[in-house]
């Protein structure tokens, strides 16, 4: 059975807070997680929307994939990052996006030491 869509904010803290080097804080007044104090993704004014960090390749990639989970703004057009709807997103792109948003920020050594904790 297909993961059913939809996740909140505190989902995704919990589930980036299993990452390490992870610490929540504030940016423009939201909710947000760095990773060793490099942004990562913050919760929208909005409250359903979430702004995460991802190579540009990857963002092209989702847009056209799942445009009803994944928007680009102007605002983030030059900018390696990308948008998703907390209510379309389910549990296993989450999670699957959450590492790759991690692994695109994390310094070198700490993705070293995940990637030699795994083996």
Do not use: N
């Amino acid at each position: 059975m297909p993961p059913v869509a939809g996740v909140t904010f505190d989902d995704v803290r919990a589930r980036a807070g299993e990452l390490p080097g992870t610490e929540e804080g504030l940016c423009f007044g939201t909710p947000a997680i760095r990773v060793k104090g490099k942004f990562f993704l913050r919760l929208k004014e909005d409250a359903e929307t979430v702004v995460i960090k991802v190579p540009l390749d990857v963002r092209e990639a989702l847009l056209h994939a799942e445009p009803r989970v994944f928007y680009i703004t102007d605002h983030y057009r030059d900018y390696p990052a990308i948008l998703f709807r907390l209510p379309e997103i389910d549990s296993d792109q989450l999670a699957d996006l959450l590492e790759m948003g991690w692994r695109f920020v994390a310094p070198k050594r700490l993705l070293a030491a995940f990637e030699a904790a795994k083996e």
